[in-house]
């Protein structure tokens, strides 16, 4: 089978029920996306494909041979970093660093979808959403992450997207992470 990998050409023969993030990892040798749940819940596998954002823990290798599919490793490079890495690296969204692909590529999805118009569950126009911490928010409701990094990870969103700033406090935005480490979701 062949595969289009982070504009690399790949010749795999796996097995017809490897999903994209098993060929990726264990055929492939790219490792940067990260295997947590296995179910589709945590988005630390998710990946580009087409452009789109995708839980690559779910849909199958044999399903994409025909599809541009992008990891984090196809995002941008040590000394040559996608604004998004940079703004992460930036406002610590990273912390533990598990989740941090998966929730790089589908930040770079979400923009894509911000910028074509597109509205989401949190947008109260629907042919204007507006680009805001509940949009963000919203979008990014699929990938988890353990380390309450969710107001550093909006804020480096919001920052390579053009969103209105929150206008948070240092205080207030070290009370927002207390809160998330308890399990009270504070974007």
Known sequence: MHFTINGQSYDAEPDIRTSVLDLCREHLGLTGSKKGCDHGQCGACTVLINGRRVNSCLTLAVMHQDDEITTIEGIGQPGNLHALQDAFVR???YQCGYCTPGQICSA????DEVKKGWASHASGDLTDPKFDDAEISERMSGNLCRC???PNIVDAIREVGGAEPAGRTADEKD?????????????
């Open 91 to 93: 406002h610590d969204g």
């Open 175 to 187: 009370a927002a992470m207390e809160a998330n480490a308890r399990g009270e979701l504070v974007a």
């Open 148 to 150: 309450a990094a969710y």
């Open 108 to 111: 770079v999805g979400m923009l």
